[in-house]
């Protein structure tokens, strides 16, 4: 009798950690997400700034 309850409470402590588990794979992908999309808005920005730094080059080369 003890083996099969010793197999029970195994695979609830199992279950119990692979929980734990997905849940700081969880938190972890919803912190990488946060950081990609602060990075896509950096790098969108700073497209922005070479568009305008382009065309202000463009413009100066016309002049000459």
Request: cysteine-free.
């Amino acid at each position: 009798m003890f083996w099969p309850m010793f197999a029970v409470a195994v695979g609830f402590l199992g279950l119990a950690v692979l929980g734990v588990l997905a849940v700081r794979v969880f938190l972890e992908a919803r912190r990488l997400g946060r950081q990609v999309a602060d990075s896509a808005g950096r790098i969108n920005r700073a497209a922005e700034d070479l568009e305008r730094a382009a065309a202000g080059a463009a413009r100066a080369a016309d002049a000459l």
